[in-house]
């Protein structure tokens, strides 16, 4: 009999574009994509409410030491985002342009 437990894994993180592409093509039937949102008020409580409302739902942030810790790693997340992330989906944005945006 088949052990159709083997050969399962769990794959965090996030992918390009190009590789979803390949993935679908070479996988077909054999992967399946889950997107994730952020934390929501049912996992951390009504207690962290409002800690949950000003620092967003990003584990790092929520999680951070400190509001300003908090504000750092989100600050980092947009510039990251506008810098690598918004040029692979098309738009062709100057670099620097990104980053006076961010400031």
């Not at 039937?29 to 049912?42: H, N, S, T, Y």
Request: proline share 4%.
């Amino acid at each position: 009999m088949r052990n159709l437990n083997a050969g399962r894994f769990l794959l965090l993180g996030s992918a390009s574009i190009d590789l979803l592409q390949q993935s679908g093509e070479t996988l077909a039937g054999r992967i399946a994509f889950v997107e994730l949102g952020p934390l929501d008020v049912l996992e951390v409580g009504e207690v962290d409410y409002g800690k949950l409302w000003t620092r967003g739902g990003f584990p790092n942030s929520f999680l951070a030491d400190s509001d300003a810790d908090s504000a750092l790693w989100r600050e980092s997340f947009i510039c990251t985002y506008l810098e690598r992330d918004v040029p692979q989906l098309g738009p062709r944005i100057l670099a620097e342009t990104l980053r006076r945006f961010c400031e």
